[in-house]
C-alpha cells in the first residue's frame, strides 16, 4: 500500500515547481500556470489528508470541489485581464506592467 | 514494492516532469500541451485516493475548461514573446533558491510529524464517498453555505471577466 508520505512529498514537489514557475516566468499567462499547479498541489493534500487522516469526515473533498471554483474563477478573471492588458499595452510581460509597483 | 506503489510512482514521475516542463519551457502552446498532461496526472493520483468524483471533474474542469481558455488566451496574445527575449526574469536564481527551501522546508516539517508513514485506513463496504459529499454540499448543517458562496462567486467572476475584456468602441 502506499504511504501518506508519497503524496506529501508529490504535493510538496509540485508546489514548489508551481512557486518557481510564479517567481521567475516573465509572461504573464505562464505565471498563471503557476498558480494552477500550486492549487492542484493544495488539492493533491486536501484529498489525501481526507483519505488517510479523517475518512469517515467527507470535509477534505468538500473543500477540494470549493478550490476548483476558485481556480475556475481566477482564470477567467486573470486571462481577462491579461487580454485587456494586451489590447491596450500590446504587450504580456509581467515586468512591463508596473505602474502600481510605487 | 507493491502494484500500487509501481504506479503511483510513474504517475509521479510523469507528472513532476511535466509540471518542470510547464515551467521551463520556451513555447507557450507546447507549456500549455505540458499542463494538460500534468492535470492528467493529477487525475490519476485522484482514482489512487478513492476520489472518483474529483477524478472525473479534474478532467472536466481542469483540462476541458481552464487548459482550452489558456490556449485561447496565448493564441490571442501571440506573437509578442515568440521565440526572442529570455522567458525567466533576471531574479530567477533567487525563485529557484526559494521553491528549494519550500521544498526542503516542508520535508523537514513533515518528517517530524508522527503520522507521516501512516497507512490509509480501510474503507467500508458500505463506505460511499460520493453521496457523503453529494449529501454535504446541500446540507444546511455542513457545506452549503460555502457551496452557494462558491456559486456566487463564479457568476461575479464570469461577468467580471466579460466586462474586463470588453472592447469598447
Known amino acids: ?102 | 514494492m507493491t502494484a500500487l506503489q509501481i504506479i503511483f510512482l510513474i504517475t509521479a514521475v510523469i507528472t513532476l516532469g511535466a509540471a518542470a516542463m510547464v515551467v521551463i519551457t520556451r513555447n507557450l502552446v507546447h507549456a500549455a500541451l505540458w499542463l494538460i498532461m500534468t492535470f492528467f496526472g493529477i487525475s490519476v493520483l485522484y482514482v489512487l485516493l478513492n476520489a472518483g468524483f474529483l477524478a472525473v471533474a479534474q478532467v472536466v474542469i481542469y483540462i476541458g475548461a481552464i487548459s482550452i481558455l489558456m490556449i485561447f488566451a496565448i493564441m490571442l496574445t501571440r506573437r509578442v514573446q515568440q521565440d526572442f527575449g529570455p522567458q525567466t526574469n533576471a531574479a530567477w536564481p533567487w525563485a529557484l533558491v526559494i521553491a528549494a527551501a519550500l521544498f526542503g522546508g516542508l520535508i523537514w516539517i513533515f518528517s517530524g510529524w508522527g503520522n507521516f508513514f501512516t497507512q490509509a485506513p480501510v474503507m467500508g463496504e458500505r463506505a460511499d464517498p460520493l453521496r457523503q459529499l453529494g449529501m454535504a454540499l446541500v446540507s444546511p448543517e455542513q457545506y452549503v453555505i460555502p457551496f452557494e458562496v462558491a456559486s456566487v462567486m463564479l457568476t461575479a467572476a464570469l461577468i467580471g471577466a466579460i466586462m474586463v475584456a470588453w472592447e469598447r468602441k
Not at chain 1, 39 to 49: E, G, P, R, S, W
Not at chain 1, 50 to 67: D, E, L, N
Request: aromatic share 12%; hydrophobic share 65%; no cysteine.
Open chain 1, 1 to 102: 500500500m502506499i504511504p501518506l508520505s508519497y503524496f506529501l512529498v508529490f504535493a510538496a514537489a509540485l508546489f514548489s515547481i508551481g512557486l518557481y514557475g510564479v517567481l521567475a516566468r516573465r509572461n504573464a499567462i505562464a505565471i498563471l500556470m503557476g498558480v494552477e499547479l500550486m492549487l492542484n498541489a493544495v488539492n493533491i493534500n486536501l484529498v489525501a489528508f481526507w483519505r488517510y487522516i479523517t475518512p469517515t469526515q467527507i470535509a477534505g473533498q468538500a473543500f477540494a470541489v470549493m478550490v476548483f471554483a476558485v481556480a475556475a474563477a481566477e482564470v477567467a478573471v486573470g486571462l481577462a485581464l491579461v487580454i485587456s492588458i494586451y489590447r491596450r499595452r500590446n504587450t504580456v510581460v509581467a515586468d512591463d506592467i508596473d505602474l502600481l509597483k510605487f
